[in-house]
Nanobody
């Protein structure tokens, strides 16, 4: 069982930056990958960035060049550095990891004002 807790969301002006954090706790044999998803009002949840156990990362086209995902294996943490934020980035951001199944955090709100 894995428990994920996100933090770092908030209100920021367009062009600003935020860093989201996610801490994993519990027990697992191996975390294959960790990821950030987001869900805007009236829209489906979508992947934003994923990072594998080796550190390889993938990004949604809409955030490439602006967001960076990175992991701290020793602390069981994953982060999402978000720069040049746009109002379209406004959403609830969820941390996720895959071990024997996919786990989700409770989400953290990110609001970007124009």
């Amino acid at each position: 069982q894995v428990h994920l807790v996100e933090s770092g969301g908030g209100l920021v002006q367009a062009g600003g930056s935020l860093t989201l954090s996610c801490e994993a706790s519990g027990s697992w044999f191996r975390i294959d990958s960790m990821a950030w998803y987001r869900q805007a009002p009236g829209k489906e949840r979508e992947p934003v960035a994923t990072i594998g156990d080796s550190g390889s990362a993938n990004y949604a086209d809409s955030v490439k060049g602006r967001f960076t995902i990175f992991r701290d294996h020793a602390k069981n943490m994953v982060y999402l550095q978000m720069n040049s934020l746009k109002p379209d980035d406004t959403a609830v951001y969820y941390c996720s990891c895959i071990t024997s199944r996919q786990y989700w955090g409770q989400g953290t709100q990110v609001t970007v004002s124009s």
